[in-house]
């Protein structure tokens, strides 16, 4: 199963995000990386495979398209939510590989080509349809994305664990590549993942917390 470092990018940092309260995001000094600078970020804890939210682009406030770049020089794949609002919003370049979520993607998701889709989830459903991420992976099934992400924003930066009975409801709704992001808090909980046939998971807190080895996001993989 593929392991992917989240990086939350704010005022060209990294910030440290928590159930998705994005105005109380602070820089994430702490942890496996002495600074927060993006670039610095990535080299210091050198991981094979990154996400990157570019919130103030998410939230229409900036970019950081450079930066983005430049972290996916030093990475194998960089999967990149910028805040795409339509298919020109993609954006182009070395190792980067472009997610669309449900939070901005608009309505009419099947116009996108390609990418994986992110499926935006707070209290159990879509944001900001409300609707049921069972019916959207069902959905997904006939759209073009290449995968999915279910990123469960209430459980961002909490490490509150995973419910093994919806991630098995999850998977069994969609045929291709399925990734899952937040909440994860264990080694139990990569293995739960797994066991549920997902092809991986998006980490952070838990990793800086010293719970996942830094080995394992350094090889992208649980070894």
């Known amino acids: 199963m593929e392991l992917v470092l989240a990086m939350d990018l704010r005022h060209n ?58 972290c996916a020089r030093n990475v194998s794949a960089c999967y990149v939510d910028r ?16 997610i669309v979520g449900t939070e901005t993607g608009g309505d009419d998701l099947a116009r996108y080509g390609g990418g994986l889709l992110s499926i935006d989830i707070r209290a159990g459903k879509v944001i900001p349809s409300g609707s049921d991420p069972v019916e959207v ?24 664990g995973l419910n093994r009975e919806i991630l098995e409801t999850l998977r069994a709704a969609y ?4 990734f899952w992001g937040g909440g994860v808090a264990s080694v139990a909980d990569l293995h739960m993942l797994g066991d549920a046939g997902f092809d991986g998971a998006i980490i952070a807190t838990a990793l800086h917390h010293g719970k996942i080895p830094l080995a394992w996001i350094r090889r992208g993989r649980m070894c």
């Open 83 to 98: 805040g795409c609002r339509s298919p020109q919003d993609l954006l182009s370049g070395y190792h980067i590989r472009n």
């Open 137 to 160: 992976l069902r959905k997904a099934n006939g759209w073009k994305f290449d995968g999915c992400i279910i990123l469960n924003i209430g459980a961002v930066g909490t490490e509150t």
């Open 13 to 70: 940092l990294v910030v440290h995000g928590k159930s998705g309260h994005r105005a109380s995001y602070k820089p994430l000094d702490w942890g496996y990386s002495p600074t927060a600078e993006p670039v610095g970020f990535v080299k210091a804890i050198a991981p094979r495979n990154i996400y990157i939210a570019d919130l103030d682009r998410i939230e229409g406030t900036g970019s950081h398209d450079r930066v983005v770049r430049e």
């Open 175 to 178: 045929h291709r590549k399925l």
